[in-house]
């Protein structure tokens, strides 16, 4: 069974910095990709930053410089660094596995930047 369990979001002023966490159970972040995407309310869910599965990165071009993905493979961890937060980086964060053409999706965290 595939879980993966997201921490790290909540309230934050603009101009500081989170970082979110995804742990992986029933598989391994390495060689899949894994990364994460956002849903801000009345828009559609976005790619936010992911690994492939080759181990190089992919972002949304409008949030390179300020969010950085990594991830530790002994603790099939994948993490999302996010500096210089902005109000319009507020919304529902989550965690995403692409395995054998099957998608799975953490249950979502709330990211809140204040103005």
């Known amino acids: 069974q595939v879980q993966l369990v997201e921490s790290g979001g909540g309230l934050v002023q603009a101009g500081g910095s989170l970082r979110l966490s995804c742990t992986a159970s029933g598989i391994s972040i390495n060689n899949n990709v894994v990364g994460w995407y956002r849903q801000a309310p009345g828009k559609q869910r976005e790619l936010v930053a992911t690994?492939?599965?080759?181990?190089?990165?992919n972002y949304e071009d409008s949030l390179k410089g300020r969010f950085t993905i990594s991830r530790d493979n002994a603790k099939n961890t994948v993490y999302l660094q996010m500096n210089s937060l902005k109000p319009e980086d507020t919304a529902v964060y989550y965690c995403?596995?692409?395995?054998?053409?099957?998608?799975?999706w953490g249950q979502g965290m709330q990211v809140t930047v204040s103005s």
């Open positions: 690994f492939t599965r080759y181990g190089t990165t």
């Open positions: 995403h596995a692409l395995i054998s053409f099957m998608n799975y």
